[in-house]
């Protein structure tokens, strides 16, 4: 049997199958067996158990009939103790498990039998001693025997007590406590009187203890300790819970056959698989049916199972071989990174199964497009990469590209229903930009970017700019993250200002960067940013709670109540959470809702509309002031203060600039003022930077103003020491 016989898979593997088959079966009969002999074995221990449980009660037992036999002659002989030595050697001598007896009269201890040993307990008072004086007093009241221990006596000795509480005249109305009748076995003797020890030198193990409270007492142990082979025996007694508890140890024994069993076992599977697979093989089927197999799925590895197109490991793997053969013909090659354009709504709002099949299709049009030598690769989702093997010049690829653009416009129709769609392409040459393929992916990739950036539906070659680009793009980001870790972010307050009482009565919220290399940045350099990289969440929850931080500590320091507007972008709108975001921040700050008020701008809320107007809605419930900023410059815009909870509307600061000038500017501020009170909603004009623009805005009866003629934005420190209005009335 030569080597490449010895090879064959399906042999092997039915081999190998059999071979765990027959060895796992052999492993169950050797533990199946093992598990017989431990059951024996514990059957056993259950016996041993239950006996030596019942000498232990047995003995426990007599001691406290031994105590209630001495109550009775207490009760009988009551006017002298004189006969008690005769009494109790008869008693233990019938009783031979109760080591002593006791008597207490008033609870004090002044005979014991026998007394050599027992001297120093005489005048012990029981109902002082603090251990168990609580289950003594109990006994005495409710006339119970109680039984305790193991106790320590004063002698040393560690022993169970049976005490019963004698009443003389008892039943009758002068029964009065007389004291206590006792009966004691000394633990050790206990045990002793079982065959526990005689099982430890037959190489058993045992352990007796006691449960209360919860708390387990070990009363006595062999000097090995329990194997996990064991029986457990509870004694319910006087005394408690008791567990008596024995082991053997089989462990060489078990070990020794399990091994055994187990080497049997895998020395027969070995045996029957490799029969089993000198049956099977079949030297040259088998070597012909391999090599197809191989081929298949090699051919299935390098195909997308959807589009039926080459997938990204046929371009890693073949890329770098058709790169170096046009390279050594001197050939010039493009590579085309497609993208289709808002492909995710189609897969989110019509289903992914319409989605595979416009992949399809697209698929379909990109092959009919390509030349002999061209590849379209699907490298993913809705990702495709063609590769131009052989062109003349970089306007042949621009001719291409316009024809893929061209092609995936034109409308095409599944399930009677029309789609249209665009794409973006990225190109990047071959070698000028690249000659390895994560070279050449990455600047096609860059590219795609620089295409979507600009519009969509359009390519865009790859130029060295770009790269830097990215590379600025990638340092702005972390620069950004680094800002948001180390807290560079400072809040700038800009006053608002009612046009007819001359008194500020609240400031926008605006923020700022300090940042380490280029000073003080506008929010204007690093928002979208934000927004981009998805740092918008974070940051804007950072704003809202600094803001509502600031006027918590302008309460604390008892400054005059303020209202503080602060900028939502469509994120914090989308986020269900931002609600119950805000009220802990009340809360937490001691921050009335009345003091905060929340500007959107028309087109922050499009992200998901009812989500934002349900979360609007609960925040004027709870008094906070709903703005829409920059009004007049969206879309909608009667719409939008139809629909929405608004409590103040802010004309955009490019009709006030010209407000002197541009009649037109007039007009639609006048008619936005009153179309706004005709809502019940206030109006704020922005970028007021002149007294004529303040008179002007008065006379339209315009509520409130924000601008440069009372304040530039400005830290909480110089807002908070006020910012007095002066007029320079012309």
């Not at 209630?68 to 009494?87: I, P, Q, T």
């Not at 469509?570 to 003091?595: E, G, M």
Request: with cysteine; glycine share 6%.
């Amino acid at each position: 049997m030569n080597n490449e016989k010895l090879k064959q898979p399906s042999a092997a593997i039915a081999s190998s199958i059999a071979f765990l088959v027959i060895a796992l079966l052999g492993g169950y009969w050797t533990v199946s067996t093992s598990d017989s002999i431990v059951n024996q074995q514990q059957s056993i221990l259950k016996d041993l158990s239950r006996t030596q449980a019942s000498v232990l009660e047995r003995r426990l037992s007599a001691a406290v009939s031994s105590a209630r036999f001495l109550s009775y002659e207490v009760e009988h002989r009551k006017d002298s103790d004189e006969w008690f030595d005769d009494y109790s050697s008869n008693l233990i001598k019938s009783i031979s498990d109760v080591e002593g007896l006791q008597l207490a009269p008033d609870g004090i201890i002044t005979r014991i039998y026998p007394l050599e040993k027992s001297k120093i307990a005489i005048g012990f008072n029981i109902l002082a001693e603090s251990q168990y004086q609580e289950e003594v007093l109990r006994s005495i009241k409710e006339n119970k025997l109680i039984a305790v221990g193991p106790v320590k006596l004063l002698q040393g000795d560690e022993a169970i007590i049976a005490r019963v509480p004698v009443f003389l005249n008892s039943g009758t109305q002068r029964e009065i406590f007389w004291g206590f009748a006792s009966a004691f076995i000394y633990l050790d003797s206990l045990i002793e009187s079982t065959k526990l020890k005689e099982l430890e030198r037959q190489g058993y193990q045992y352990r007796l203890s006691k449960i209360k409270d919860n708390n387990v007492t070990v009363l006595s142990s062999s000097d090995i300790p329990l194997t996990k082979i064991k029986a457990t025996t509870e004694l319910v007694l006087p005394v408690g819970t008791w567990t008596l508890e024995i082991s053997k140890t089989l462990g060489p024994q078990l070990t020794q056959r399990q091994l055994m069993g187990y080497g049997i076992s895998i020395i027969v599977a070995f045996l029957l698989s490799l029969a089993l697979y000198a049956i099977l093989i079949q030297p040259q089927r088998l070597r012909i049916l391999v090599t197809e197999k191989t081929i298949e799925l090699q051919e299935l590895a390098y195909l997308d199972p959807l589009t039926g197109l080459p997938n990204r490991r046929y371009l890693q793997d073949k890329l770098l071989l058709i790169l170096q053969k046009n390279m050594k013909n001197k050939r010039l090659s493009a590579f085309i990174y497609f993208d289709l354009d808002n492909f995710k709504r189609i897969n989110d709002t019509i289903g992914h199964d319409i989605g595979d099949k416009v992949l399809v299709l697209v698929a379909e049009k990109l092959n009919r497009l390509k030349g002999p030598s061209d590849k379209v690769v699907r490298l993913g989702g809705d990702e495709f990469g063609i590769l131009l093997d052989d062109i003349n010049h970089p306007d042949d690829v621009a001719a291409y590209a316009d024809k893929v653009l061209k092609s995936v416009q034109n409308p095409f129709k599944i399930n009677a229903q029309d789609f249209i769609l665009s794409t973006s392409l990225g190109i990047a040459m071959i070698p000028e930009h690249g000659d390895d393929l994560v070279t050449i992916m990455q600047n096609a990739d860059m590219a795609l970017y620089q295409a979507k950036h600009q519009g969509k539906n359009q390519f865009s070659f790859y130029t060295e700019k770009m790269k830097i680009n990215t590379y600025e793009l990638i340092k702005e980001e972390e620069d950004l993250a680094k800002a948001i870790k180390n807290n560079e972010f400072e809040l700038y307050y800009q006053p608002q200002f009612d046009l007819h009482t001359n008194q500020v009565f609240g400031a926008e919220a605006l923020i700022r960067w300090n940042h380490p290399e280029k000073g003080l940045t506008f929010p204007d350099h690093f928002i979208p940013l934000a927004e981009n990289t998805g740092k918008i969440i974070e940051l804007g929850h950072w704003i809202v709670e600094s803001g509502i931080s600031y006027l918590g500590k302008r309460k604390k320091q008892g400054m005059p109540e303020i209202m503080l507007h602060i900028n939502l972008s469509s994120k914090q709108l989308s986020d269900p959470t931002f609600v119950s975001f805000v009220q802990k921040l009340l809360l937490k700050y001691d921050v009335p809702a009345t003091s905060l008020g929340f500007e959107i701008t028309e087109t922050s809320i499009l992200e998901d509309v009812e989500l934002a107007k349900k979360m609007l809605q609960t925040f004027q419930n709870m008094g906070i002031c709903i703005a829409i900023d920059d009004f007049g410059t969206g879309y909608s815009s009667l719409a939008q203060l139809k629909n929405l909870p608004v409590t103040l509307l802010k004309i955009d600061r490019s009709f006030v600039m010209d407000l002197e000038e541009d009649e037109d500017d007039r007009k639609i501020i006048e008619a936005i003022i009153a179309m706004a009170h005709k809502l019940n909603i206030k109006v704020l004009a922005e970028g007021i930077e002149t007294r004529e623009q303040w008179i002007m805005l008065e006379s339209f009866n315009c509520d409130f103003g924000q601008g440069y003629y009372v304040s530039k934005a400005v830290t909480a420190d110089k807002f908070n020491r006020g910012l007095p209005i002066t007029h320079h009335d012309i």
